[in-house]
């Protein structure tokens, strides 16, 4: 199945730990990825610097667990046991990434909206990451920033607009690439935006017209997602 992840050059490339960053379907990207990498005979760990929610399945509540799953040939899930269901930062993370392949941690939350600003305290990026990928979905675009945009004042702030105003692809792009916003604590490490929910045609136009704003405006790469409804976190 196309979903568009067969894109991105480093998933092909080992010894990269991969955060992710923004909304509109960090998680069922970051599985989806963990999928393909493991399908291509990698030892992939997912995990969290803040909090994700508990997988169903392959989670590693220690590292003889973690290594089972890797034999077996799939990704294993890394996380303390938290509230609601949810999965923190293990404790000793970097002992869990030894012996990986490739990692891919979600760098912060979004409450299941489509795109976001960080608040003072996000992300949480590791020293040992060096990939950061910014993560928007698709639906956010046209509609007021009230509607879509979770931590609304400092997206408000970085883009110099009210609420109600409405989220263009040229806001989209400013918001992902900025330093205030998806590249914010970004430093050396390489970076891509990830336009997701590129379902159908008008949103590809949309998710096309956003990525060259993003590479002629901020010298930003990126690339279109979309999952099918059973490929869903």
């Known amino acids: 199945l196309m979903n568009g992840l067969e894109a991105l050059p480093f998933l092909r490339e080992k010894g990269h730990a991969v955060s ?18 493991a399908a291509e005979g990698q030892r992939v760990l997912v995990s ?15 590292e003889a667990a973690r290594d089972a799953l890797w034999q077996a040939g799939t990704y294993a899930v890394a996380g303390s046991p938290a ?10 993370l970097s002992g869990w990434m030894a012996g990986a392949d490739t990692v891919l941690l979600e760098a912060d939350g979004a409450k299941h909206r489509p795109c976001k600003a960080p608040a003072a305290h996000e992300p949480v990026l590791l020293p040992e ?11 956010a675009l046209g509609r007021p920033l009230a509607e879509v945009c979770f ?8 883009l110099g607009v009210p609420p109600e105003a409405s989220l263009t692809s040229e806001r989209l792009a400013k918001l992902l690439a900025s ?15 990830i336009l997701n929910q590129a379902d159908d045609a008008p949103r590809r136009a949309a998710g096309e017209r956003t990525l060259a704003i993003l590479k002629e405006t901020y010298n930003v790469s990126g690339f279109l997602t979309h999952f099918e409804e059973g490929e869903r976190a």
């Open 151 to 158: 931590r609304l004042d400092a997206a408000c702030a970085l």
């Open 129 to 139: 990451s060096d990939i950061v990928l910014a993560v928007a979905g698709l639906s």
């Open 179 to 193: 330093g205030a916003g998806g590249r914010k604590n970004v430093g050396t490490r390489a970076f891509y935006v």
């Open 83 to 92: 509230e609601n269901g949810n999965l923190t930062q293990p404790p000793g």
């Open 20 to 37: 992710l960053v923004g909304g509109g379907g960090k998680t069922t990207l970051l599985y989806g990825m963990a999928r393909l990498c």
């Open 48 to 62: 969290t610097t803040t909090h994700i929610q508990r997988p169903s399945v392959n989670y590693a509540p220690d």
